[in-house]
């Protein structure tokens, strides 16, 4: 190991540690007293530890007060230096234990859209860590994938592009099942929307392509109408409302509020119509059958025991890779 002088020198020139702690402790709580109570050592320890430290920088740390002990100039400023420098110890020690300690703990970075970390993860995660207690989950969630911050880099994304990054194992999942979704209540109140028109005529939810670009292909209301044959500018004048928004869980919300009809992606809502909060109104869909999502993974870490772990409990929620898309 090449060796430097110039670093030599500092470390020879460093004063103790032992006597700087003691001095931390004695400033933040302005008494030796308690700084010896707080690093389990007498008092006359501590009194030790700071005179050899005052002898090693030629100057007075401390001035009495009555039971107290105050700082003087210059031990206001080695005080700063030397807690920042504790601190930034104590954090690295706390990373080194936590990542590569006998009992680390480990974490899995997934990046995945909004609507599927809060409809399809949510629900399921605790099922997740109730049999990995030792695993972490990071979730980053975007709706640009291309444009992360600088220094993110995923274990895991959940995407609809095939190739979001070099150096990444891409797994194709299932295709996009389309279909309109509104509650129970909301469909006896307005029996109407059982026929294709009076769904287009009805108040519709539409999921808006801001902020959606990468997707390959976006599907709203109307690209759903037109494929069964209807256009959406026959919908009458003044009639009922068209709501647009690109936050589909916002949508969701609403539709499970009982304010209209929104597009249901099938591995999204599949629960809600399990549980009977959501019905169809008609039984037409739309299925994506030329792309898929994507479960892609960090080519550098296919033998990680975290990443491979959650990547088996992500496929053991259902048939995920099925081309008709149907989720547990």
Same mark, same amino acid.
């Given at each position: 190991?090449?060796?430097?002088?110039?670093?030599?020198?500092?470390?020879?020139?460093?004063?103790?540690?032992?006597?700087?702690?003691?001095?931390?402790?004695?400033?933040?709580?302005? =008494?030796?007293?308690?700084?010896?109570?707080?690093?389990?050592?007498?008092?006359?320890?501590?009194?030790?530890?700071?005179?050899?430290?005052?002898?090693?920088?030629?100057?007075?740390?401390?001035?009495?007060?009555? $039971?107290?002990?105050?700082?003087?100039?210059?031990?206001?400023?080695?005080?700063?230096?030397?807690?920042? =420098?504790?601190?930034?110890?104590?954090?690295?020690?706390?990373?080194?234990?936590?990542?590569?300690?006998?009992?680390?703990?480990?974490?899995?970075?997934?990046?995945? =859209?909004?609507?599927?970390?809060?409809?399809?993860?949510?629900?399921?995660?605790? =099922?997740?860590?109730?049999?990995?207690?030792?695993?972490?989950?990071?979730?980053?969630?975007?709706?640009?994938?291309?444009?992360?911050?600088?220094?993110?880099?995923?274990?895991?994304?959940?995407?609809?592009?095939?190739?979001?990054? *070099?150096?990444?194992?891409?797994?194709?999942?299932?295709?996009? $099942?389309?279909?309109?979704?509104?509650?129970?209540?909301?469909?006896?109140?307005?029996?109407?929307?059982?026929?294709?028109?009076?769904? $287009?005529?009805?108040?519709?939810?539409?999921?808006?392509?801001?902020?959606?670009?990468?997707?390959?292909?976006?599907?709203?209301?109307?690209?759903?109408?037109?494929?069964?044959?209807?256009?959406?500018? *026959?919908?009458?004048?003044?009639?009922?409302?068209?709501?647009?928004?690109?936050?589909?869980?916002?949508?969701?919300?609403?539709?499970?509020?009982?304010?209209?009809?929104?597009?249901?992606?099938?591995?999204?809502?599949?629960?809600?119509?399990?549980?009977?909060?959501?019905?169809?109104?008609?039984?037409?869909?739309?299925?994506?059958?030329?792309? $898929?999502?994507?479960?892609?993974?960090?080519?550098?870490?296919?033998?990680?025991?975290?990443?491979?772990?959650?990547?088996?409990?992500?496929?053991?929620?259902?048939?995920?890779?099925?081309?008709?898309?149907?989720?547990?």
């Amino acid at each position: 190991m090449n060796q430097h002088p110039s670093t030599d020198q500092t470390l020879l020139k460093m004063p103790s540690l032992r006597a700087v702690r003691s001095f931390v402790a004695a400033a933040r709580y302005e =008494s030796f007293t308690r700084a010896a109570d707080t690093l389990c050592v007498t008092q006359a320890a501590i009194s030790r530890q700071i005179r050899e430290l005052e002898e090693h920088l030629g100057t007075i740390l401390f001035e009495r007060v009555g $039971r107290s002990v105050k700082l003087t100039p210059a031990g206001a400023i080695f005080f700063e230096a030397a807690q920042l =420098s504790f601190l930034n110890i104590a954090q690295a020690a706390a990373r080194i234990r936590k990542d590569y300690g006998t009992h680390a703990r480990r974490t899995v970075v997934v990046c995945c =859209s909004p609507a599927f970390s809060a409809l399809w993860m949510a629900h399921r995660l605790p =099922s997740f860590f109730t049999a990995n207690p030792d695993i972490d989950l990071d979730l980053v969630t975007t709706q640009n994938f291309l444009t992360l911050e600088p220094g993110t880099d995923p274990d895991v994304f959940i995407t609809k592009m095939a190739r979001v990054r *070099d150096n990444y194992v891409s797994v194709p999942l299932f295709h996009d $099942r389309i279909y309109p979704v509104c509650t129970p209540a909301y469909l006896d109140e307005h029996p109407e929307i059982r026929s294709l028109e009076g769904l $287009r005529d009805g108040v519709l939810l539409n999921l808006s392509p801001y902020g959606r670009s990468q997707v390959a292909e976006h599907v709203d209301w109307s690209v759903w109408l037109a494929i069964h044959h209807l256009d959406i500018e *026959d919908r009458l004048l003044h009639g009922a409302h068209y709501f647009n928004a690109n936050d589909y869980i916002l949508l969701i919300q609403m539709v499970l509020g009982n304010q209209g009809v929104a597009l249901g992606f099938d591995h999204l809502v599949s629960p809600y119509l399990q549980k009977g909060l959501l019905v169809k109104p008609v039984e037409h869909e739309l299925v994506l059958e030329e792309t $898929r999502h994507y479960f892609a993974y960090r080519e550098d870490k296919a033998n990680d025991d975290a990443l491979n772990r959650f990547r088996s409990w992500f496929f053991d929620q259902g048939d995920l890779t099925m081309a008709t898309g149907r989720t547990a």
